[in-house]
C-alpha cells in the first residue's frame, strides 16, 4: 500500500486516512499510519477488533446480561411466590385454629406469620405483617373474644443499677410476657387460661443504708487541725442499696415461667395476677356449676407449694437464720424448678 517507511506514495494519489495498516517492514505486525506518517504504535493481527467483532462481542455481552436478569426474576418469582403461598397457609391455619379453639396452635401459627415475614423482608415487612395480624383480630377472625389485660416486662437493667449500686449485679436479658383474657405469651411460647392457672407476685429481700466518713466534708468542715472528725462523723455520707427482689409467677398444670419486675413498680404485675387468677376462678366455677369433674393436676400443688416455700425462705431469712447471699440462691432453685424440668 505504501512504497516506504516515510509514509511517501509512489503514485499522485492523496494519503490514505489515518488507521492501523500492514506494517511494510514487517508484516506480522500492524503499524499505526497518523495520515501523514508512520507511527512507532505497533500491534499484533490478533490485537484488532474490527467493528463486525465489536458488536458481535457487545451482543454477546448484552445477551448474557439479560440471560442473568432473566434467570434472576425467575428466581425471584419463584421465591416470592413460594413465600405468599407459606404466609396463606399460615393465616389459614391460624383462622382455622381460632374457630376450634385451640389457643397454643393459633398462636404458633401466629408467631411463625411474623417470623417468616421478618425473614423474608426485614423489620419493613415485619411491620406490614404485624398491622395484618392486628386487622385479622379487629375483624375476628383470630384471637376471638379475647382482651388485653396488660404486659408484665422484666425490670430494666438501668433501674437495677440505680437499686444496686453495682453494675455486676445487673441481670438482662429475661423475657416479658403479655396477658390477654384467655391466653399468655411468653419467651415465644403461648399458655392458655384454664382453671389450673394461678399468678402472684412476691417480694423479698431489704433496704440496705450505709453511713461512712468521707475525707472532703472532713476537710472542708474542718476549722482547726485535729477538729476533721468532728464534721466527719456528723455528716456521713449515706449509701443506700436496694436488696430487694420482685417476682411475677405464673402457672398452670404443664407450664410455669417467672420474671422479675421491678419492687418500685408492682402495682400493675399485682393487678394483672389477679385478674389471671379472678379467669381462672371463673373457669373452675364454670366447670362446677355444669357438673364437670375437675381434675387436680399437680402443676396447681407446685404452685402452691412454691409460695408456701417463698414464705418459708423468707422467715428464714427475716430471722437471721440465712444470709443475704444464701436467701437468693435458694430462691432463685424455688423459682425456676419448674423451669428447668421441662
Not at 506480522?28 to 495520515?35: N, T
Not at 434467570?71 to 425471584?76: D, G, L, R
Amino acid at each position: 500500500m505504501f512504497g516506504s517507511r516515510s509514509g511517501k506514495n509512489s503514485d499522485s494519489h492523496s494519503p490514505p486516512a489515518a488507521g492501523w495498516y500492514e506494517d511494510p517492514n514487517a508484516p506480522e505486525q500492524l503499524r499505526y499510519w497518523d495520515g501523514l506518517q508512520w507511527t512507532k504504535q505497533v500491534m499484533h493481527h490478533s490485537g484488532l477488533e474490527t467493528e463486525v467483532d465489536q458488536t458481535l462481542k457487545k451482543k454477546a455481552q448484552q445477551l448474557e446480561t439479560q440471560h442473568h436478569v432473566s434467570v434472576q426474576q425467575e428466581a425471584f418469582a419463584q421465591v416470592h411466590e413460594e413465600h405468599s403461598a407459606k404466609m396463606n397457609d399460615l393465616v389459614n391455619q391460624a383462622r382455622k385454629y381460632a374457630q376450634e379453639g385451640k389457643i397454643v396452635k393459633e398462636e404458633s401459627r401466629i408467631s411463625q406469620f411474623l417470623l417468616h415475614s421478618k425473614n423474608h423482608g426485614g423489620k419493613k415487612e415485619l411491620d406490614g405483617a404485624q398491622k395484618f395480624v392486628d386487622g385479622m383480630v379487629a375483624r375476628g377472625e383470630i384471637r376471638i373474644g379475647c382482651r388485653l389485660i396488660g404486659d408484665v416486662k422484666n425490670e430494666s437493667g438501668l433501674s437495677q443499677y440505680a437499686r444496686l449500686n453495682s453494675i455486676s449485679s445487673v441481670q438482662t436479658g429475661g423475657a416479658s410476657a403479655k396477658i390477654y383474657s384467655d391466653r399468655i405469651l411468653h419467651g415465644g411460647q403461648a399458655h392458655a387460661i384454664d382453671a389450673f392457672t394461678g399468678a402472684q407476685v412476691t417480694l423479698d429481700g431489704i433496704t440496705q443504708i450505709t453511713q461512712r466518713p468521707t475525707l472532703t466534708r472532713m476537710a472542708i468542715l474542718s476549722p482547726l487541725p485535729g477538729t476533721a472528725l468532728i464534721p466527719g462523723l456528723a455528716l456521713q455520707k449515706k449509701t443506700k442499696n436496694d436488696m430487694r427482689t420482685a417476682t411475677f409467677i405464673a402457672a398452670s398444670a404443664d407450664w410455669s415461667f417467672t420474671i422479675t419486675v421491678s419492687p418500685d413498680n408492682m402495682s400493675g404485675p399485682r393487678r394483672i395476677a389477679e385478674q389471671i387468677n379472678k379467669i381462672a376462678q371463673s373457669m373452675e366455677l364454670a366447670l362446677t356449676v355444669n357438673n364437670t369433674p375437675i381434675h387436680v393436676a399437680p402443676a396447681p400443688l407446685e404452685v402452691t407449694s412454691k409460695i408456701e416455700e417463698l414464705q418459708g425462705l423468707r422467715a428464714l431469712f427475716q430471722d437471721g437464720v440465712i444470709n443475704q447471699a444464701e436467701f437468693d440462691q435458694l430462691k432463685k432453685e424455688i423459682v425456676t424448678r419448674g423451669e428447668n424440668a421441662k
